[in-house]
């Protein structure tokens, strides 16, 4: 049986000590902190810093080699209970069916149509039947505006394109939280603005979000926390709004002062 | 100077039904290579399993290693080495059919090739689609079935193809357990009628109409895997 945990209000992942390194050197050093449901959690940080590897560890692409991740998604009336998914007996597919993550380099399925990327976790995975599976997957691409790409293959895509059916794929598992690892990196500068803009409603709705960014502006005005990373280090948190005009350590300063 | 031509004809194929041992043997041929590589496939295929799910996650230590030992055994030696070995010495007391003998030593063989094309198949997936497929919820083996598979079938079957054609030219050496496939038949002709030419130029022109034929059916399949992907 795995860890479990209790916990009360609206946390929905607690991080407690994260350790992570390769091949001995240190990507990340004893971090904690909480995400809370709805929140929107901008991870920023150098290259190398380890926010990519944070990010991986949530949903165990990476697997941590201390400390623990509860997972408080199991509701019953005021008490949370979480599992630590870094316990190597807890059931890891059955949590990432409920954590959409989002890559870099996209990674739609190149072999299979538009609807096909969309529609086979929820059909392997949720029983779901072709007309559910479909009908949602419609609904959530007529949102995104690419209703009319339904039968395309990605390589036909613009890479805006195939990030936003990127964040369709992982919204079709219906997820309570959304795992963003550097969605706008890859993309022609053009292509940034829809993505974001993408990205920005779902903050609306008040999905929960973690994301991995470069885009200062975007953590700026949709985060409602953000997270400074570096060197392994989790170094200095806040509200966007103190954390951007008033940063506290001389690390940030010294990282603020070269991107913005 | 035709007459000599035509009685050369008729000496090595027409007088005592000798072009029975060119056809008797091209089904031979035939029928060794279609069994063998089907059993290399099904062969190959597992020990491709075995091997990259021990590289991308550790499990089946042991498994792993009697493949890795197989593979060096096999693409190590000679394929006739191996053919002979099977035959003299582990069916040595169980006088089991040259055919089916033949088989599974081509077999064996071709697995080992199989295998190697099967993995690199695999491995040329980008690891990307596989953790999209381990971030949506779907397991390791589902996520080699539903992503990984399809896609490494694609980049496969060229190449698969052609160990196809390798394998039809290999069986040739069949002949060392005296199995009379195509070239031995031809090699029966050319000891009865002592005229080497007819027969064995006979016997090449047939392997070559056969690889030809392939190579024109591969690619044909690679032109329509291609028009599949639209990468």
Request: a neutral charge.
């Amino acid at each position: 049986m795995a860890q479990e945990d209790r916990a009360q209000g609206d946390v929905l992942i607690r991080v407690e000590h994260l350790v992570k390194q390769f091949d001995g050197h240190i990507v990340l050093n004893d971090i904690s902190t909480e995400i809370d449901r709805g929140d929107v959690v901008c991870v920023i940080g150098p290259s190398g810093s380890g926010k990519s590897t944070f990010l991986r560890c949530l949903n165990r692409l990476e697997t941590p080699d201390g400390g623990h991740i509860y997972v408080y998604d199991d509701v019953d009336g005021d008490i949370r209970h979480g599992i630590d998914i870094c316990d190597k007996t807890t059931d890891i597919d059955t949590h990432r069916q409920r954590m959409g993550m989002v890559f870099q380099q996209f990674n739609l399925f190149p072999h299979m149509t538009i609807m096909k990327n969309l529609t086979i976790a929820p059909m392997k995975l949720q029983k779901k039947t072709q007309e559910e599976a479909e009908s949602y997957a419609s609904e959530l691409l007529s949102r995104v505006g690419l209703s009319d790409r339904a039968s395309s293959y990605p390589g036909e895509l613009s890479g805006g394109q195939q990030q936003r059916i990127a964040i369709v794929r992982a919204l079709c598992m219906r997820p309570q939280i959304m795992l963003f690892d550097e969605p706008t990196s890859a993309l022609d500068p053009e292509m940034v603005g829809e993505v974001l803009s993408v990205m920005k409603d779902l903050a609306e709705e008040k999905m929960t979000m973690v994301v991995v960014t470069h885009e200062m502006g975007f953590a700026r005005e949709v985060a409602n926390r953000v997270m400074f990373l570096d060197g392994g280090d989790f170094v200095e948190e806040g509200e966007p709004e103190t954390f951007f005009s008033h940063p506290k350590s001389d690390r940030l300063k010294n990282f603020l002062g070269k991107v913005l | 100077m035709f007459s000599a031509f035509y009685d050369a004809l008729y000496l090595n194929f027409v007088k005592d039904d000798r072009w029975h041992y060119l056809t008797n043997g091209l089904k031979v041929t035939l029928i060794v290579t279609l069994f063998s590589a089907l059993m290399g496939v099904v062969l190959g295929f597992v020990v491709a399993i075995i091997r990259s799910t021990y590289e991308n996650t550790g499990r089946m230590k042991i498994a792993n290693k009697l493949c890795g030992l197989y593979l060096t055994v096999i693409r190590g030696t000679p394929v006739v080495v191996q053919l002979m070995i099977i035959y003299f010495v582990i069916f040595a007391s169980v006088r089991i059919d040259k055919t089916l003998t033949a088989i599974i030593a081509f077999g064996i063989n071709s697995g080992a090739y199989q295998a190697e094309i099967f993995r690199s198949g695999i491995n040329s997936v980008p690891k990307g689609q596989f953790e999209a497929g381990r971030s949506l919820g779907f397991n390791y083996g589902q996520t080699m079935v539903h992503i990984i598979m399809p896609q490494a079938f694609r980049v496969v079957v060229p190449t698969l193809c052609n160990e196809y054609i390798t394998l039809l030219k290999e069986t040739s050496v069949a002949g060392y357990i005296a199995l009379e496939d195509l070239t031995k038949g031809g090699d029966i002709i050319r000891s009865r009628t002592y005229s080497a030419f007819l027969p064995l130029i006979a016997v090449a022109l047939i392997y070559l109409i056969m690889v030809l034929a392939l190579t024109k059916l591969v690619s044909v399949l690679e032109r329509r895997l291609s028009r599949g992907t639209r990468r």
